[in-house]
């Protein structure tokens, strides 16, 4: 166990709780006292712990991704889907079915079709009502070049998934949440780059 | 104050509060009990609620933003630039020196050029680092690609400010706060969309 403590930076008392909750399987025991773990444990443990410190996912939940990424019966993609839903956004107020539909409209022009219960549509609806209720409405035009600016780090992020669905999820996981600050960093340098331009200084 | 209160969309007694404080300038007094108040008072209490509200900045760094907006002696742009780096990004742990020296490459390379205070590039280092500790490093290319992308968005947003300055910092804040759960948002469909497309579904 202190070899999977080093191997993965995972603190014992960490594993400990994992072995305990059932989000990790027991080791093969090779004595009384010893159990020995091998890449398949390493591999779950990274998993569990993005699911569970990177993104802050209720135990259940992770349970949830976990018995999708383990059911042979879904594909990659699925499962993917799965775990992606299950990340939280900003808690955020009911848009209006007429937001909801305007949403609706800009993606199928799009052409991106998303799952059924995905959280999104919703969530997109409810982000342009605050701009339009504090008198900044974002133009279609703004939206569709956000649009395709998400496309292309978007492309980039599921181009370097790896193939194994396990370190795909964790791979999503971890890029998802933990790439964010990083897009939205570099956005607000580029505002006061391109500002500085626009000005001649 | 009624009808400020009514153009505005700021509950009468925010607008008192914001009075009180010295946030917003009395109106002309008309007789003992009226006062009156013009577009420059609406155009100050937008500023303001974006400030407040929308940014969530303490008040002493509002009257800071505010005293830079009406410092004639200041170009539009430092006022921009003064009002974005009031804004606050999620706290983060200091990174390293190496790391930082990593981020002024790039930002070399790309020719970007921030003020010298700017606390972007630590929060960069900050948020690589995180990637890292886990695991998922960012390639340069993956990081030049999301930089490329938030180019495309800045454009967007610089390109629609207001040649007012109070109004490009209202507009500034506002568009730079409520625009990232856009971008994220439309950032993750773009993940299902890509994911979808590369698997054939």
Do not use: C, N
């Not at 999708?68 to 499962?79: K, N, P, Q, S």
């Amino acid at each position: 166990m202190s070899e999977l403590a080093d191997r993965s930076g995972v603190p014992i008392p960490t594993i400990k709780f994992y072995l305990r909750e059932q989000l990790l399987p027991r080791g093969q025991l090779s004595s009384r006292t010893q159990a020995s773990y091998d890449d398949s444990h390493l591999r779950r443990l990274r998993l569990v712990r993005s699911l569970v410190e990177v993104a802050g996912l209720r135990l259940e939940v992770v349970r949830r991704v976990l018995a999708a990424v383990d059911d042979e019966a879904m594909t990659r993609h699925d499962v993917l889907g799965r775990a992606h839903s299950s990340l939280s956004l900003s808690p955020t107020a009911p848009a209006s079915s007429e937001d909801l539909d305007q949403v609706e409209t800009s993606l199928e022009q799009w052409g991106w079709k998303l799952h059924d219960q995905s959280p999104l549509p919703a969530a997109l609806a409810q982000a342009l009502l605050a701009l339009d209720s504090l008198g900044h409405p974002m133009s279609d035009e703004a939206l569709e070049a956000y649009a395709k600016a998400a496309v292309a780090v978007a492309s980039v992020d599921v181009s370097q998934l790896p193939v194994d669905r396990s370190d795909a999820v964790e791979t999503a996981v971890v890029g998802t949440l933990l790439r964010e600050p990083v897009l939205l960093i570099l956005r607000r340098m580029a505002q006061e780059v391109r500002s500085g331009q626009s000005q001649g200084q």
